[in-house]
């Protein structure tokens, strides 16, 4: 089976303070032209696909209504990130099993992090989150909260406050019990290979896909084989170009 997975699309309402920053349209026929050249089976994404933080999940439907109707009309798979924790058509983590025992674990990678990763950071987390929702209903609370969380989103770049050792660390610990681990969160795509307990596992990042970019990550179930996929608004104009001149 060969699988596609991409995350933190972080998919806004299209306005200035989101991050996003695709077309619909570019981005459906981009999955689409790698879904085609690659024959792959499964679209995985793996968290943070909408920013469900700093806007209701509403009114990023609103913003984005022939991207939902894509969502909805194929079987993809969709991974809870940090920033979709409210998603409820998603799931916590998605595991496959090749014909040789062999195990593939894809989740979006926040559980590395001290508030999401313990058990007293994610009670305080979550009762944060019951609180907010509570609040919610009332426009000025949410007006603040979401001033407050782009205020903190431009001061604090997010890829800059990922410390890539830590997340290695956690993928080792997943790493006990599979073959491979896919993480994403970071923004940042990379592959490591190591022999662990007398086996080669592999920790993958699928990167992001937001600020118009793409990146992903192609694998056969099978061999284990990937490739990682990066390419620029230019690139992907380019062969947009080449297809319609074909
Ligand atoms: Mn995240």
Redesign the pocket.
Known sequence: MNILVL??LHIDTCDNFGTFQWNEMDLIMQIEGIRDLYSIDKVIFN??VFEMIKYTYEDIKRANPILMRYFSDNDFVFIR???DILNESAVNHYDIINSHGQSIHIE???NADWLNGNRLGRAIGKFGLTLLKKLSHSKWVRDIYFKIVALEDEINHIPKKYNTIKYLTYALKVLKEHDVVIL???HKLEAHHTYYLNKKKRYLNSGACSLGRFQCIIMDTETLKYELIKESREAIKDMYLKRIAI
């Open positions: 995350s933190d968290g943070d990130g940090n920033h979006h990678g926040h994403g969160h970071t």
